[in-house]
T-cell receptor
Framework: KQEVTQIPAALSVPEGENLVLNCSFT??????LQWFRQDPGKGLTSLLL?????REQTSGRLNASLDKSSGRSTLYIAASQPGDSATYLC???????????FGTGTRLLVSP | DTGVSQDPRHKITKRGQNVTFRCDPI?????LYWYRQTLGQGPEFLTY????????KSRLLSDRFSAERPKGSFSTLEIQRTEQGDSAMYLC????????????FGPGTRLTVL
């Protein structure tokens, strides 16, 4: 059974800092991995999708990496801003499955 | 196209009542998913449709839960005889057929069972 863990559970940083969020998964037989952002009481916004054959994806100030063999992914946020404050979730889709398996998220607070 | 929409956004009901939620996916997305999210947790998969066919169901989807996608467009999720443990955010997502594997989520329906 696939299990996804995110560390840290919460993170508080001053504006301008670069930061790294971590995601680990127990079964390396994945099809892809997706990073999402969730604002309080809202739905999920997709940030980046990495296919199993890829090592990283970039979008603006965000960079996500994937090391499938070690079961890890990182989300790097450059020059953090108060508007980045949200919960960040990673989710994996296992090979042969349609569903996403989510971690419990990292709650990020960026202070001005 | 404005993305995945869900209705209602909030629902408060008394224990034992039936509730129904609706999801309208992005146009031409033939795959549709339902997830449930409780406070402080990540979403958990409930069920998956490809067109009108319900192809996968989680063990979380007890006999009190039923989902339909009658014409392969919108979907409904019904909960019968609601319990306080059903209180959660119910999220719908859709995905296009082949070009991308990205799931796009709606704003969710927040259910509170009193």
């Amino acid at each position: 059974k696939q299990e996804v863990t995110q560390i840290p559970a919460a993170l508080s940083v001053p504006e301008g800092e670069n930061l790294v969020l971590n995601c680990s998964f127990t079964d390396s037989a994945i099809y892809n991995l997706q990073w999402f952002r969730q604002d309080p009481g809202k739905g999920l916004t997709s940030l980046l999708l990495i296919q199993s054959s890829q090592r990283e994806q970039t979008s603006g100030r965000l960079n996500a990496s994937l090391d499938k063999s070690s079961g890890r992914s990182t989300l790097y946020i450059a020059a953090s801003q108060p508007g980045d404050s949200a919960t960040y979730l990673c989710a994996v889709r296992g090979t042969g499955f349609q569903k996403l398996v989510f971690g419990t998220g990292t709650r990020l607070l960026v202070s001005p | 196209d404005t993305g995945v929409s869900q209705d209602p956004r909030h629902k408060i009901t008394k224990r034992g009542q039936n509730v129904t939620f609706r999801c309208d996916p992005i146009s031409e997305h033939n795959r549709l998913y339902w997830y449930r999210q409780t406070l402080g947790q990540g979403p958990e998969f409930l069920t998956y449709f490809q067109n009108e066919a319900q192809l996968e169901k989680s063990r979380l989807l007890s006999d009190r839960f039923s989902a339909e996608r009658p014409k392969g467009s919108f979907s409904t999720l019904e909960i019968q005889r609601t319990e306080q443990g059903d209180s959660a955010m119910y999220l719908c997502a859709s995905r296009p057929p082949a070009a991308t594997n990205e799931q796009f989520f709606g704003p969710g329906t927040r259910l509170t069972v009193l």
